[in-house]
């Protein structure tokens, strides 16, 4: 089992940054992918951006390239954190941000939820113009 926990969401003007983590524990660090997705009131879950399990591949939705980037840190075998930091951010930002682990291919760099077998509870990301 992977447990996800999310933090560092909240409300930011136009422009503004913020950085989103995710503390993953339970299984090692080199067993999985994790990514970002985030879902707006009324729409559909969207990939963000995803990492693979040593950081080495990145992915990232058009709409946050060159905005957006995702990193990893891996402390210990049981213990890993994503983060997410966000510039630039924009009203369309806003949305529930959700942290997601890649069991399955944790090589890879998946943009399908369906891919994703572990989330967090999401954290509430509010960009006001």
């Known amino acids: 089992q992977v447990q996800l926990v999310e933090s560092g969401g909240g409300l930011v003007q136009v422009g503004g940054s913020l950085r989103l983590s995710c503390a993953a524990a339970?299984?090692?660090?080199?067993?999985?992918?994790m990514g970002w997705f985030r879902q707006a009131q009324g729409k559909e879950r969207e990939f963000v951006a995803a990492?693979?399990?040593?950081?080495?591949?990145?992915?990232?939705?058009d709409f946050v390239k060159g905005r957006f980037t995702i990193s990893r840190d891996n402390p210990k075998p049981t213990v890993s954190t994503a983060f997410l930091q966000m510039n630039s951010l924009k009203p369309e930002d806003t949305a529930v941000y959700y942290c997601?682990?890649?069991?399955?291919?944790?090589?890879?760099?998946?943009?399908?939820?369906?891919?994703?077998?572990?989330w967090g509870q999401g954290t509430q990301v509010t960009v006001s113009s």
């Open positions: 990492i693979n399990y040593n950081g080495g591949r990145t992915d990232y939705a």
């Open positions: 339970g299984r090692t660090y080199g067993t999985y992918a």
């Open positions: 997601a682990a890649d069991w399955t291919s944790p090589w890879g760099t998946s943009t399908q939820a369906n891919e994703y077998e572990y």
